[in-house]
């Protein structure tokens, strides 16, 4: 590929944009590029990076409202966020070290377009339910709006659930517009030490169900543990149950207190403060434990009570390795089986329970030729073909990114 | 809702309820939702909202009652369900008997169809004639298989045993000190049918220190009738009533009208309104109305004594339509069962109709089965020792169809304050 | 927010609705033929019967449909669907008819398709903590169906005893607690959706999906009925806090009441419900519902704090500091249960309320940024000035829904248009300022026409090619939501503009 037209302004990535309609040729839509191991490898002549196309067009804390240009970096965001006692809730993970590669940081256009959340997903949702408004460029170069600057509106179709998680692959992002929430006072972190996977989807049910507003529930097999740097989980030689509290400091006390009493029957209990709660989920966000080695990771979102028994399903077929993340509804696996075989074995599982599985991590040639996002309903691919013109009729935005010919 | 009616039309004072009452509707459908017939059949012509629309319609335009709105309203309870859901007011009950007696008059309906409500507005109103209809239909009992769907229904309703007992006009005297003198509404279908009640209703008033007087001349209330679209019967019952009470009040003076069926008491309540436009009886109808009272709510303002039997009994309350939605007595006969050391529990889709709703039972048995069904399968999950109702009509309703005995709220209440234990926990084995 | 009442004395005659069209209405007896063959016990075509469904909610635009059909399967939902779509015929889908922007209002010419009769809840999942439910379930009755274990539906529209959760999903229902909670469509799970070609698919499930495609759960949410028929819904329940309190706080000036709503987020708290009223709301209410507000003030601000004992203990004394640093006149947190409930009876009657201080009044809907609060409402009273109308305000302070009520007589010649026009002003205003139209009743027709103040031709375009990508006949709820009605072939067209390139060193293929 040839080097990237860089968009300096919106108008510019409209002429790119444009010039590729008129010269019929696809064009790959970048940000930071941290995330371009993500989806299936696009072959095109040209990209276009909308890195430069950067700023924060409005901030105002008290409106828990930004609007920002999609080339800002995650990190200036978060920054100019944090100072404000702000932050974007639904926890955007940071997979560079877990996809290798790309030193420079994601842009908010990418984490927006990719719709990618972290462990608070489950308490705060995705990164679909936090953006208000977009501005993009469609394939057929014309830059339009959707949605609002405001929390709550329902004018028009909200086309904006549409691309996010479009990869790129309906329009260029140009502005997003997005909520923020308030930092809580304080946060901790309640570990059950040595439960099995199916106990552990156990605790975090009762978790979610008590009024504790638990704010993340993750479970690291012991092998797993071992590798945090967060002493309480690395030391504690066996399996670890986390709970997230976070809030006032007197309600984080009455929290926990209550998760201790509650669960203390079952195993070991240990409390993470602050900074070792915020390192610990920041492991399970970036999903740190399989970033060393090279199996295939596969993402699966399922019913959060079908957690444990899918990974179970998998483990009779195949040798997998699991993290359980949001209560159990999603299941990070790392296999090192062929990609074949793997994704036989790790889509049949999830199907058992109704959930889906998305390959995360593999090698470009594997995801050149297998599935790397589930494979849509008969029902939904005539449809999801008519959408994606719909914005781009002529197939020319990261063509093939999500599905073979789409 | 905007109305068009002509000065010629609102001469009729009908009308100039109905546009007043039409004109408070703001369309907002809240009452969609609390309509039993709506939440069985999910069409709007059966919801209060179509309903009212149905009626504007015809009344609007002088128009005969069509096949759908005779069909439509018809179908509709009067529970009042949506009268209670109203959030801007609208006095439902009053505009659909406007409707009503525009389709008696105007609306087609088969001979046969004539006939059965001919039937019951002249045989349920009267004790003697009811006991007789009671004796032939028992006879018929075992050949309801082969009757035709209504007239079995009809049949099908009647109990295999009542006890009857016709109060005569007559004064029971207070236990004690008199602290009250209330006149007792004695009834008509209820008491052919379980005299039990009057029985209980008559101790338990009298050992609480109230004077319970049966007036002479006061028969039944009219709402059979009334609802049945035949406004004229209604109105003479109604005339006759007011009179024998006023000249009891005259007389001898009265604390208020006491009413233990409740389906009674909405109607007695409304009397003033009914007779509004009566140059010689408006006064006293008016006065009647704020006499009249439910059972519970006299009780509840004399307190209760002291229980001495009963306690720990879980009771299931079924909330009677004409008390809760008619009337707005919800808490006294929770209040007064709680006080008298039962256990209550309420029971899940309380605001529902069982589907007895006077006649309805009879006229719409179809939709007044699967309503009882419905209730019966609430009432019975909530697993309680026995089932207190307010109203003669849902206990008649509901007793075939749930695994529980069924009494009216006012015989717990004398048991548990020295009266006999209700004979029927004997017989169902349910109670130790 | 709580019940609406629009200007049901008057009907408009002047909403420009697509021409009907006369060949189907030629072939009307066989169109009812078709559908009673597919639904035998559910077909209305009876004037009379028919004319309660002329309109929805909003009673002031009102049209007998074509025929009403209420299905109570999937099967024959799709099987109408794929007739009409097969024989060119209009489809308008209702669920309970409460809708304000007149969603659900008939064509002359189409197929009224009611939902009323999918009315059961198919099953509670408490380990996934969620609910699947038939489309006509009411949302109050997911919650009434919940509530014995501890939970509840979020989600919650003034019309929730009423309104359907498929009518939810259409419209993207908002409520009170949207602030913290969200609205409808973060609140849903799963779909089961019948496209417009009669075809049934799935999108979503009990799970939170990832990477399935585009979020076309997400897109038929508030898409008003013109993509697809909701069939049945998976949204999730939430476990209900532990503590609810309410407080009342008091104001000498709207400025000082929007600065507490300012200091209040800006300090990090996060109120379940944050309201305010002015003036002339506050005083309708009082004489109403005698809640105990203060009446010597200009605004006042309810809030709702919830969660775990000493959390909202903590919270109270917190918004109650700041209440007093913005000079607060007064502030009253509520001790009990009934108390709270008082606090919010008055907000909740304030909209029947202010309709008997007048005979009608038009409610309208817009956000705005709330930093705009103070300038946008001085602006409302000089338009109230200009129109000679009396406006009260009720406003979602914490997210921004405002809901200005016009008061007016129909009986007086003109009002209601003049009414009309102040409404419009007041969404222009909204939309200038940075706000939107509609924050939670929907487009409908009652906005329609003022879409292009916020969205300009390719931004409507673009929506409406997605409705294309559904529904390339335009058979569904078409004359909704969009101003004006393209045909999808010739949206489809590609306009290529050669123009200048700015990047000239780029080769030419």
């Known amino acids: 590929m040839g080097d990237p037209l860089i968009a300096t302004d919106e108008a510019s990535a409209r002429d790119a944009i444009g010039w590729a309609v008129s010269e019929k040729t696809p064009i790959e839509i970048m940000g930071g590029g941290t995330k371009r191991a993500l989806g299936r490898p696009i072959q095109v002549a040209r990209g276009l990076s909308l890195a430069g196309l950067s700023g924060i067009e409005d901030y105002e ?29 639904f926890e955007p993970p940071d997979y560079r070290a877990l996809l290798g590669g790309a030193a420079d940081g994601a842009t908010i256009g990418a984490v927006f377009s990719c719709n990618l959340a972290g462990p608070r997903r489950t308490a705060a949702g995705a990164a679909r339910d936090h ?18 600057r405001v929390v709550k509106n329902v004018t028009g179709f909200d086309l904006c659930k549409l691309v996010a998680g479009s990869f790129g692959t309906l329009a260029a992002l140009t502005q997003v517009t997005f909520r923020v929430f308030p930092i809580p006072e304080a946060e901790a972190t309640v570990l059950v030490i040595g439960l099995l996977e199916q106990d552990a989807v156990a605790v975090m049910i009762e978790g979610a169900q008590s009024p504790h507003e638990v704010s993340g529930a993750a479970h690291l097999p012991a092998g797993i ?62 999903v740190t434990p399989f970033a060393g080695d090279s199996r295939l990771v596969w993402r699966l979102a399922v019913p959060p009570a079908g957690g444990a028994a899918v990974v179970a399903e998998v483990g009779r077929r195949i040798e997998a390795e699991a993290i359980l993340d949001r209560g159990g509804g999603c299941v990070w696996l790392a296999t090192a089986q062929k990609a074949e075989e793997a994704a036989g074995a790790v889509r049949d599982a999830a199907a058992t329970v109704g959930g889906s599985a998305t390959l995360i991590r593999a090698p470009e040639a594997v995801r050149s030729h297998a599935d790397v996002f589930p494979p849509l309903a008969a029902g939904l691919r005539d449809l999801t073909a008519r959408v994606k013109r719909a914005f781009d009729p002529l197939g020319l935005l990261n063509p093939g990114r999500m599905y073979a010919g789409l | 809702m905007q109305t068009s009616f002509t000065p010629d039309q609102l001469r009729d004072p009908a009308i100039t309820a109905a546009d007043e009452i039409l004109r408070k509707c703001v369309h907002c459908g809240f009452c969609t939702a609390t309509c039993p017939t709506y939440v069985l059949l999910g069409d709007e012509n059966d919801s209060p909202r179509g309903r009212i629309y149905l009626i504007k319609d015809m009344l609007e335009n002088d128009r005969p009652a069509s096949d759908a709105v005779t069909r439509h309203v018809d179908r509709c309870l009067s529970c009042l369900s949506c009268m209670t859901t109203c959030p801007s007011g609208v006095n439902y009950m009053h505009l659909v008997d406007v409707g009503r007696q525009r389709i ?48 079995k229904a009809l049949v099908k309703l009647v109990p295999p045993a009542a006890r009857t007992a016709i109060l005569e006009p007559r004064v029971f005297p207070a236990e004690g000190v008199r602290r009250r003198r209330v006149a007792l509404l004695a009834g008509c279908v209820q008491q052919v049918l379980d005299a039990e009640i009057n029985a209980a209703t008559i101790r338990l008033l009298t050992k609480h220190g109230c004077e319970v007087v049966v007036a002479e001349g006061a028969g039944c209330c009219g709402a059979l009738a009334y609802h049945l679209g035949r406004e004229e019967e209604a109105l003479a019952g109604v005339r006759s009533n007011v009179r024998a009470w006023i000249r009891e009040r005259t007389a001898r003076g009265l604390d208020a009208i006491v009413i233990n069926a409740s389906g009674c008491g909405t109607m007695v309540k409304d009397y003033g309104f009914l007779l509004r436009n009566d140059p010689e009886l408006a006064p006293g109808a008016a006065e009647v109305s704020a006499l ?16 001495v039997a009963g306690a720990g009994t879980t009771v299931a309350y079924h909330d009677a339509c004409s008390l809760q939605h008619g009337q707005g007595v919800r808490e006294a006969p929770r209040l007064l069962l709680q006080g008298a050391g039962f256990e209550v529990r309420d029971v899940p889709e309380g605001h529902l109709c069982c589907g007895s709703a006077g006649t309805y039972n009879i006229l719409q048995p179809e939709l007044a089965t699967r309503l009882r069904d419905r209730k019966a399968a609430n009432v019975d999950g909530v697993g309680a020792d026995v089932v207190a109702a307010g109203n003669i009509g849902c206990i008649l309703q509901l007793a075939p169809a749930i695994g529980r005995p069924l009494v009216h709220t006012v015989q717990l209440l004398d048991w548990a304050t020295g009266g006999p234990r209700p004979r029927v926990l004997d017989q169902a084995n349910w109670l130790n | 927010m709580p019940r609406v009442v629009i200007p049901v004395r008057c009907v408009k005659t002047d909403m420009r609705m697509p021409v009907p069209d006369t060949p189907t209405i030629a072939r009307r007896q066989q169109i009812v033929g078709a559908l009673r063959r597919i639904v035998p016990d559910g077909v209305i075509a009876d004037e009379a019967a028919m004319r309660p469904y002329e309109c929805d909610g909003l009673a002031v635009y009102r049209q007998i449909p074509l025929v009403v059909v209420l299905p109570s399967t999937v099967e024959q939902v799709s099987a109408i669907l794929r007739y009409c779509n097969a024989n060119n015929v209009k489809i308008v889908p209702r669920g309970a008819g409460t809708s304000l922007s007149g969603g659900a209002l008939p064509l002359a010419d189409a197929v009224t398709i009611g939902l009323g009769r999918f009315n059961r809840i198919l099953e509670i999942d408490w380990d996934n903590r969620c609910v699947v439910a038939q489309p006509g379930v009411t949302n109050l009755a997911i919650t009434n169906a919940v509530q014995h274990r501890g939970f509840y539906y979020a989600p919650d529209p003034s019309s929730q005893i009423a309104c359907s959760i498929g009518g939810n999903v259409a419209e993207n229902a908002g409520g009170v607690h949207c602030l913290k909670y969200g609205l409808t469509t973060n609140n849903v799970l799963g779909l089961q959706i019948v496209l417009p070609d009669g075809e049934v698919v799935r999108v979503g499930g009990r799970h939170q999906p990832e990477g399935e495609g585009y979020d076309l759960m997400g897109l038929l949410t508030g898409s008003e009925g013109l993509l697809g028929i909701v069939t049945e819904v998976t949204v999730r329940i939430l476990r209900k806090p532990e503590t609810v309190r309410a407080m009342l706080m008091g104001f ?40 105990g507000y203060p009446l010597d003030v200009e605004a006042l601000l309810i809030a709702e704090l919830d969660g775990p004992q000493a959390e909202v203990d903590y919270l109270v004394e917190r918004v109650a500091a700041i209440a007093a640093r913005c000079g ?77 009520l016009i008061l007016f007589d129909a009986n007086r010649p003109g009002e209601l248009e003049r009414a009309e026009e102040f409404g419009a002003d007041i969404l222009r205003l909204c939309v200038e300022v940075g706000g939107v139209l509609t924050g939670e009743h929907g487009v409908g027709v009652e906005k329609r026409d003022l879409m292009p103040v916020m969205f300009d031709e390719v931004d409507l375009e673009q929506q409406q090619r997605v409705k294309c990508a559904f529904d390339a006949g335009g058979l569904l709820n078409p004359g909704k939501v969009f101003p004006t009605l393209h045909n999808c072939a010739e949206m489809g067209r590609l306009r290529v503009s050669g123009g200048q390139l700015p990047f000239p060193d780029l080769p030419r293929f």
């Open chain 1, 61 to 89: 804390p008290s409106e828990l409202v930004m609007t920002a240009w999609a080339g800002t970096s995650l990190a200036e965001i978060e920054a100019t966020l944090a100072a404000n006692g702000q932050r974007l809730a």
């Open chain 1, 131 to 148: 953006l208000l408004g977009i501005r993009g460029v469609n394939g057929r170069g014309e830059i339009f709006k959707a949605g609002g």
């Open chain 1, 225 to 286: 543990a071992a590798l945090s740097g967060v002493s309480a989980v690395g030391g504690a030689g066996r399996a670890v149950t986390a709970l997230r509290v976070e809030g006032p400091a007197p309600s984080v006390v009455h929290r926990v207190a209550a998760l201790r009493r509650c669960f203390a029957p079952l195993g070991e209990i240990e409390v993470l403060e602050a900074e070792g709660s915020q390192a610990f989920w920041r492991e399970v966000r970036d």
């Open chain 2, 104 to 151: 008696a008059r105007t609306g087609r309906r088969s001979a046969a169809d004539r006939l059965l409500r001919w039937l019951l507005a002249r045989v349920l109103p009267s004790p003697e004639r009811f006991r007789l209809a009671l004796l032939g239909a028992r006879m018929a009992r075992p050949f309801a298989a082969f009757l035709p769907g209504r007239l």
């Open chain 2, 292 to 307: 009249a009272r439910d059972v519970t709510e006299v009780l509840a303002a004399v307190g209760l004594k002291a229980a």
């Open chain 3, 252 to 291: 000498a000036s709207n400025e000082a009441a929007g600065d507490a709503v300012a200091a209040i987020i800006g300090a990090g708290v996060v109120p379940a419900g944050l309201e305010m009223m002015d003036r002339l709301a506050i005083h309708a209410a009082e004489e109403f519902v005698h809640a």
């Open chain 3, 328 to 404: 607060a006149a007064c502030v009253r947190v509520s001790a009990s249960e009934d108390e709270r409930l008082r606090f919010w009876a008055g907000r909740k009657a304030a909209f029947p309320a202010v309709g008997r201080i007048s005979p009608d009044y038009l409610c309208m809907d817009g956000t705005i940024p709330r930093r705009r609060l103070a300038e946008v409402l001085a602006r409302i009273r000089a338009l109230s000035e200009k129109h000679g109308l009396r406006v009260a305000n009720v406003f979602h302070a914490g997210d921004g829904n405002l809901h200005p």
